[in-house]
């Protein structure tokens, strides 16, 4: 934990949340850009705020000027409550975003996380505007991922690995289609990202840098 990382917690839906809260270095009178909500793998194969994508998500975003507030789903780490199937997950991502988001909000989430993001960015598109939408590894051949608003595709960063052993690409080709959405592909990489971490944090900031 570094300087600018604060711990600390939220009443969720079922109890308790565990949140850490990456904020960037600003000059004296400067604001952060807004806040990014990201998302973590699955709770019941080791997914934690602490994923090495999830933090990398989060430096991307901090470095880009955005405040990064990573959580613990419900029944993970000091998060109450127990797995509910993405449902509860969807809420406990919304009641994040509800109280810990100022400013502009962006939203972030790898495999798993990436589901449940695309529900919250589907449901919240009536009521809240999202500046970026980053998908990581999207979890297509497992979940029901929601279709991306269309207004919001030129905001929207999909990434996945060439050989992705967890969630085959052709399943995220086969959600994406239909939409349109582009998907960029990371040539021989698998479902971690292992070894081209940097790259990934690379494309998201350049992803932020446009939108």
Known sequence: ?????????????????????????????????GTAVIAHPHPLFGGTMEN??????ARAFVQSGWQAVRFNFRGVGASQGTYDEGRGELQDLLAVAAQRAT????????????????????QLATQRPLSSLVLIGTAASRFAVAAIPEDLHPRTLVVHGEQDDTVPLSDVMNWARPQKLPVTVIPGVEHFFHGQLPLLRSLVARHLAAT
């Not at 090495?52 to 998500?57: A, F, S, W, Y």
Request: hydrophobic share 40%; charged share 10%.
């Open 1 to 33: 934990m570094n300087s600018h990382t604060s711990k600390t917690t939220i009443q969720g839906p079922a109890g308790t949340l565990e949140l850490m809260v990456d904020a960037p270095q600003l000059e004296p009178g400067q604001l952060s850009r």
């Open 103 to 122: 400013g502009d909000l962006a939203l972030a989430g790898f495999s798993f996380g990436a589901f449940v993001t695309s529900q919250a960015a589907a």
């Open 52 to 57: 090495k994508v999830v933090q990398t998500l």
